[in-house]
């Protein structure tokens, strides 16, 4: 398996399986009160150059739900490339630690922190990708449809990470990937491009009635993220015909889930009519963050 977890198509589909097979088992372990310490006597450095909720409260708990201590890191400590070169970091912390979390901007940092490390280094999230939460979506549905193959996974709003990392995914996983978006906003071009050339099916449309059509999984997520609020008004105005409301989801297969990554924008992007709804999995989805993230610990470092 490759050292590092930066992107899932740097892992091939029976890897990326085994992953989520793992995160069910490990869950259902823990909920039967079996405790598993692999990483015991070992360390992470979580690196956070965004504020979160979920991914630091996922893989702190995790660790030390395996047995293993973290260590928080802020930009403070780590400011990529200035306070001292990443290659010199990487080298440093693999001295010391037996992995590395990081959650910050470019991807491209986070390659090279990978590139000079002689530990395992995960991408928690960056500009381009994210790829912990989708893998964790995965696991989400696979529990509550029983299956990934041959469903419809519908994304709506805004081209982001997130919807980079469901290309990816679905260049992985057996599924059809309709993204729903405006002309302004689409997805990275690049990704795309490479997804389709290793299989993926994936439909880009400014239609989401006809996306929303059929489907097995309605997925969405805020139209700015966090380093982009200041185009937040302008954002709002080009997709708010591509909100997640009720209206939407009857589109959709009757068992479909509704699913959204989190921090949503209640009455922006989805409203609370269907994240509150009984087809919304977007608490399990939270959850789920913390069991796929250990067994990703575990295939990388224990």
């Known amino acids: 398996m490759h050292k590092d977890f930066l992107s899932m198509l740097d892992y091939s589909a029976d890897e990326l399986n085994e992953i989520i097979h793992l995160a069910i088992a490990t869950k259902q372990q823990l909920h039967d009160g079996i405790r598993m310490t692999p990483l015991e006597g070992k360390s992470v450095a979580l690196i956070f150059h965004k504020p979160s909720l979920r991914t630091r409260m996922s893989f702190e708990k995790g660790i030390h739900q395996l047995g293993g201590h973290s260590i928080y890191v802020t930009k403070d400590e780590f400011d990529l490339g200035k306070r001292e070169t990443i290659a010199d970091a990487a080298k440093v912390l693999s001295r010391y630690m037996e992995g590395i979390m990081i959650r910050t901007f470019h ?20 500009d381009l ?9 995965l696991m989400t549905i696979q529990e509550r449809l029983g299956t990934i193959e041959g469903i419809t996974i519908s994304y709506f709003g805004d081209g982001n990470n997130v919807a980079n990392s469901w290309m990816e995914a679905a ?3 057996p599924f059809s990937l309709r993204i729903a978006t405006a002309q302004d906003t689409l997805p990275d071009q690049g990704i795309l491009e490479r997804a389709r050339k290793e299989g993926a099916k994936i439909e880009i449309t400014h239609n989401p009635m006809d996306a929303a059509h059929g489907a097995d999984v309605i997925y969405t997520d805020v139209w700015a993220s966090m380093q982009e609020k200041d185009k937040a008004q302008e954002r709002a105005r080009t997709l708010l015909r591509f909100q997640v409301n009720q209206k939407l989801v009857s589109l959709a297969k009757h068992r479909a889930c509704v699913m959204h990554c989190l921090p949503a924008e209640r009455g922006k992007e989805i409203t609370d009519e269907v994240m509150d709804g009984p087809q919304s999995v977007v608490f399990d989805q939270a959850e789920n963050r913390l069991h796929l993230q250990k067994a990703i610990l575990m295939k990388l470092i224990a």
Do not use: M, W, Y
């Not at 990708?129 to 979506?137: A, F, K, N, R, Y």
């Open 107 to 126: 991807q491209h940092e986070v390659a090279e922190l990978a590139k000079n490390a002689t530990i395992p280094v995960i991408n928690g999230l960056t």
């Open 171 to 173: 260049a992985r996983f």
């Open 129 to 137: 990708l994210h790829p912990c939460q989708i893998l964790s979506d």
